[in-house]
């Protein structure tokens, strides 16, 4: 019978179902203590760190704290001399358990850690790297996954209640990131003559507590596009003005700006209405596809992105076409766009951060798994009501395979176009 372990304690079980019983009893909620490798909850990690190991601002094991007289001879059973020296110094008894003192470091990362207890739940936490796979790179989930918890019952109560935001679209939420274009077209030292909104927010796929809001910029009066070094400088200068401009203003007190590139300004924008943020990347730009874009107008630009070299002016370009990404994305139903935001958080809670030690990971970026659900949700012929447990299911078989998949969508292409079929044949 195959036997399945829980990858906290390493107990075995008869079934899945089982397991996550097991995880929900005893361990929901609950972080391994660096220092001595005891389960704590959350909520009580502090209050015990505070009262365990710190003691004059030094580390002090649990065996070297005063105890009452009449604990020490409850604990302390009667026995020879000899037994009373091992009762005395339990450095050695203890060190192959807690190892007390020693520091360990993270075999990915090399970051020094308290005990193996601690490197164990590091890899685990920060690697997703567990001792059941570690001679192999098949994916495995923190403890505290959605995957792991929920029954697949749940799964749309979770995505409405947990993952939905509150003012995700409605019209608070809109007249405070209005307040915020506004300022842009009207009180700016720039001629803009419009603000284009997307990311997760204009595409209405934005997960609670993480709302990424991609402003573009259209300028009149100031060419880009020239791909030398006068139209890099010229966009500089744009950002910085646009930076000096926002912190000067009465939403100063609304902005945390966080980056400035050579192409985006990046911020975040607190609105007053449940105090949420919005992580923003305003993008200037000029407007080469107009109010109302025909077909020739898209096929010249995608021509110009299919002969582009400068990888500058080629980021421009990709810039003038967003509204034209929100729109593919947002005028699918709403359930679809409950499944793009569990898969989104999927990714959130499964993955840690691309680095050099976890490169091997190569998960495809939010706008692309947007795709891969919308092809997923197409591929099963575009039902309008479906279980969101199934449909992950089947997104999931679908990353397996991702970087084989092809998909063209003729919206706003033309199947005729010659640059298209030499991509299309281009070898990948």
């Not at 020094?112 to 001792?131: I, K, M, W, Y």
């Not at 994916?139 to 109560?157: E, T």
């Not at 990131?177 to 300022?183: P, T």
């Not at 204009?202 to 809001?213: A, E, I, N, V, Y």
Request: net charge positive.
């Amino acid at each position: 019978m195959h036997k399945y372990h829980c990858n906290r304690c390493g107990r075995q079980f008869g079934s899945p179902s089982a397991v996550k019983m097991h995880l929900r009893n005893k361990h929901f909620d609950k972080s391994v203590c660096e220092k001595c490798g005891v389960e704590v909850y959350q909520k009580l990690m502090q209050t015990h760190v505070g009262d365990k190991h710190l003691i004059d601002g030094g580390i002090v094991p649990f065996y070297q704290k005063a105890r009452s007289k009449s604990t020490s001879k409850l604990m302390k059973p009667k026995a020879s001399k000899e037994d009373e020296s091992f009762w005395e110094v339990p450095d050695e008894r203890l060190q192959s358990f807690v190892a007390p003192g020693t520091l360990t470091k993270c075999r990915l990362c090399g970051v020094s850690l308290g005990g193996v207890h601690g490197r164990e739940q590091h890899e685990r936490d920060a690697h997703q790297f567990t001792t059941q796979v570690r001679n192999s790179l098949a994916l495995r989930f923190p403890a505290l996954n959605m995957l792991d918890i929920l029954q697949p019952c749940d799964v749309r109560d979770y995505v409405q209640h947990d993952l939905t935001p509150v003012l995700s679209g409605s019209t608070e939420c809109n007249k405070e990131v209005n307040i915020l274009v506004d300022f842009l077209i009207e009180q700016l030292p720039l001629d803009v003559s419009q603000v284009i909104r997307g990311g997760s927010y204009g595409k209405r796929t934005c997960l609670k507590g993480h709302s990424d809001l991609d402003m573009v910029m259209f300028l009149e009066g100031m060419p880009l596009f020239g791909g030398d070094r006068a139209s890099a400088n010229r966009l500089a200068v744009c950002i910085r003005r646009v930076k000096t401009a926002l912190q000067r203003s009465l939403l100063a007190t609304r902005i945390l700006v966080s980056e400035e590139t050579n192409h985006a300004l990046r911020f975040q924008y607190k609105c007053y209405n449940d105090d949420h943020i919005h992580h923003v990347d305003l993008l200037p730009c000029n407007d080469l596809l107009g109010q109302a874009p025909t077909t020739e107008d898209k096929n010249a630009i995608f021509e110009l992105i299919a002969n582009c070299k400068n990888t500058d002016q080629l980021l421009l370009l990709n810039t003038c076409l967003l509204q034209l990404q929100v729109e593919f994305v947002r005028q699918r139903p709403r359930i679809l766009h409950d499944l793009i935001r569990l898969v989104k958080h999927w990714k959130r809670v499964s993955f840690g951060k691309a680095t050099s030690e976890c490169s091997y990971r190569r998960m495809p970026n939010s706008y692309t798994l947007e795709l891969i659900t919308i092809y997923t949700w197409e591929k099963h012929g575009k039902p309008i009501r479906f279980s969101l447990t199934h449909g992950l299911a089947a997104v999931f078989k679908v990353l397996t395979k991702y970087e084989n998949l092809c998909v063209v969508w003729f919206e706003n292409y033309s199947r005729h176009c010659k640059w298209l079929k030499e991509t299309l044949q281009a070898p990948r």
